[in-house]
Nanobody, 124 residues
Framework: VQLQASGGGLVQAGGSLRLSCAAS????????MGWFRQAPGREREFVAA????????FCADTVKGRFTISRDNAKNTVYLQMNSLKPEDTAVYYC??????????????????WGQGTQVTVSS
């Protein structure tokens, strides 16, 4: 599966953005999906993940209560709704498809396909 992330941009602190990740191919529903981010000078970190059938979703403590992952298998798309954005949320955001497993993972190594990333910048 090939992934294309979009929806990033510049937003003021307290604002919202919704990221989208469109997948090519007819097997999107076979993959658990995740979002990761990488801030300048830092390692890539887990943000959120969702199971193939949307039954299971979880996120990092740093975004809990502010970010929500969802997916629409009919549209081959996974979303990341980001509310109450903070300057520390500034990063390049990547979507990824889990190679093995049904429920998503916090481990970057479990994802085999990655989108190209979309920049999110939150100004104070």
């Amino acid at each position: 599966v090939q992934l294309q992330a979009s929806g990033g941009g510049l937003v003021q602190a307290g604002g919202s953005l919704r990221l989208s990740c469109a997948a090519s191919g007819r097997t999107f529903s076979s993959y658990a999906m995740g979002w990761f981010r990488q801030a300048p000078g830092r390692e890539r970190e887990f943000v959120a993940a969702m199971s193939r059938s949307s039954i299971t979703a979880f996120c990092a403590d740093t975004v809990k209560g502010r970010f929500t992952i969802s997916r629409d298998n009919a549209k081959n798309t996974v979303y990341l709704q980001m509310n109450s954005l903070k300057p520390e949320d500034t990063a390049v955001y990547y979507c990824a498809a889990q190679s093995l497993g049904l429920y998503g993972s916090r481990r970057e190594s479990e994802y085999g396909q990655w989108g190209q990333g979309t920049q999110v910048t939150v100004s104070s």
